[in-house]
T-cell receptor
Framework: AQKVTQAQTEISVVEKEDVTLDCVYE???????LFWYKQPPSGELVFLIR??????QNEISGRYSWNFQKSTSSFNFTITASQVVDSAVYFC?????????????FGKGTKLTVNP | EPEVTQTPSHQVTQMGQEVILRCVPI?????FYWYRQILGQKVEFLVS????????KSEIFDDQFSVERPDGSNFTLKIRSTKLEDSAMYFC??????????????FGPGTRLLVL
């Protein structure tokens, strides 16, 4: 069965610190997609990234970077030089392909607070 | 980024009443989903819908729930007789036309439902 674990419930940092949000997943499929979504205090879910299981290249987008490691079933998210506007709940999610289900399975989320 | 819209943004209802939550999907998107998020918890899959049929549903999606596209554009979630535990944020999501497995699910801003 699919499962996504975000062990960090809450993280608090001071502005300009780097912070890494952990995500560990379980799946029996060899083909799957991993996602990160941001949920700011206003409540909407904002798509950040999608990565397929065959692409283990790390990705960088501005201050955001993602480290995908199949060997450890992890898809960690790093924010460099954090800003107050980064304060939000961040969700990691998994979508299997070969299992025939198209649903996203979410982790419980990590609440990030960036203090000025 | 494409936008999904949802109405209403907030709804308060009495237990036992029927509610209809509406979603306007991204134009030409064919795959539709509803998720819910109980306050402070993770996002949970409810149902997926394609070609005017439910393609998958979760255990949460019992006989009290139904979905349809009444006019070929809007996508609705109906809760026939609301219970206190239906209080949650309900998100609509869409993916594109080519393959639901290869597309990102874009979420609407959500409808916050409160059942009293």
């Amino acid at each position: 069965a699919q499962k996504v674990t975000q062990a960090q419930t809450e993280i608090s940092v001071v502005e300009k610190e780097d912070v890494t949000l952990d995500c560990v997943y379980e799946t029996r499929d060899t083909t799957y997609y991993l996602f990160w979504y941001k949920q700011p205090p206003s409540g909407e879910l904002v798509f950040l990234i999608r990565r397929n299981s065959f692409d283990e290249q790390n990705e960088i987008s501005g201050r955001y970077s993602w480290n995908f490691q199949k060997s450890t079933s992890s898809f960690n998210f790093t924010i460099t030089a954090s800003q107050v506007v980064d304060s939000a709940v961040y969700f990691c999610a998994l979508s299997e392909v070969l299992g025939g289900s198209e649903k996203l399975v979410f982790g419980k989320g990590t609440k990030l607070t960036v203090n000025p | 980024e494409p936008e999904v819209t949802q109405t209403p943004s907030h709804q308060v209802t009495q237990m036992g009443q029927e509610v209809i939550l509406r979603c306007v999907p991204i134009s030409n998107h064919l795959y539709f989903y509803w998720y819910r998020q109980i306050l402070g918890q993770k996002v949970e899959f409810l149902v997926s819908f394609y070609n005017n049929e439910i393609s998958e549903k979760s255990e949460i999606f019992d006989d009290q729930f139904s979905v349809e596209r009444p006019d070929g554009s809007n996508f609705t979630l109906k809760i026939r007789s609301t219970k206190l535990e239906d209080s949650a944020m309900y998100f609509c999501a869409n993916t594109g036309a080519e393959s639901r497995y290869q597309e990102t699910q874009y979420f609407g801003p959500g409808t916050r439902l409160l059942v009293l």
